[in-house]
């Protein structure tokens, strides 16, 4: 998702969310000023030459999302030590989704765990993809904040109740849809923090001299009523770690 935004100033400024958007805003200018939310990391999806030095017109935020992809797994091992076989949602169009499938293959060893591979794009349809997915026989279900997935979200958790898959998250506000857990950036920080940059930018600073932000606020959530109809007992450290639990 890319968007334009005017002040007084004769020159449009753009914000783009996820890494599509904001290569799609890079192909579309080098001189309008854009700001980044949300993006995987941009240094090795071709975005940014650096994180401290941008450079040209674009800025912004990262998730760390290959490195913190790594740390849901873990997590899901923690509370579900018998998880053995993850299914692991992405989007082959999606750079920085590239990236965290590819740091799951190389984690996943070390923790005992066997990914699955469930790639969905937009020309594929999640219905045949899950599909084949369950003749896999998973045992537990990962996906990433992805927009275009994002857009089929409630299907997704609706499908995990019926199929009685634990699945871990990226965003909260998937927990207090109905999923079981989540770990994170916090997504609406990121986003406060991107207005901020959006204002000085405004204000006459160049994108090029504001530093590629990471995130300083990561958020664990947890669904007790989902746990509950799955019939699992969230670990007591679990809980204490949490950032939101939705009962």
């Known amino acids: 998702m890319a968007t334009e935004c005017r002040s007084d100033s004769p020159r449009p400024r753009r914000h783009s969310f996820g890494t599509p958007a904001s290569f799609a805003a890079k192909q579309a200018t080098t001189t309008i000023p854009i700001v980044m939310i949300s993006i995987g990391d941009p240094v090795r999806v071709g975005l940014v030459p650096s ?64 990914v699955i591979s469930v790639s969905v794009g937009p020309r594929i349809e999640f219905e045949t993809a899950f ?21 089929r979200i409630a299907w997704i958790i609706d499908f ?19 999923g ?5 950036a916090s997504e609406p920080d990121l986003f406060r923090r991107a207005a901020g940059y959006v204002h ?13 932000e990471q995130p300083v606020k990561f958020e664990l959530a947890v669904n007790l ?6 019939g699992i007992t969230l670990p007591p450290g679990v809980l204490a770690l949490a950032d939101e639990v939705v009962e």
């Open 200 to 212: 000085r930018i405004l204000q006459g600073t160049k994108p090029a001299d504001l530093p590629v």
């Open 131 to 151: 599909t084949a997915m369950m003749r896999e026989r998973p045992d537990a279900f990962a996906m990433t904040g992805e927009p275009f997935h994002q857009t």
């Open 51 to 114: 994180l401290a030095r941008p450079g040209g017109n674009i800025t912004g935020n990262s998730v760390l999302g290959p490195d913190v992809g790594a740390k849901r797994l873990q997590i899901l091992k923690e509370v579900i030590p018998t998880v053995s076989r993850v299914a692991f949602l992405w989007n082959p169009d999606n750079a920085s989704n590239v990236l965290q499938f590819e740091e799951l293959q190389r984690t996943a060893p070390r923790l005992g765990v066997t």
């Open 225 to 230: 009523k989902t746990a509950k109809a799955l």
């Open 180 to 184: 079981l857990m989540s770990y994170g």
């Open 160 to 178: 995990m109740a019926k199929n009685r898959l634990r699945a871990m998250y990226q965003l909260t506000e998937n927990v207090r849809a109905g």
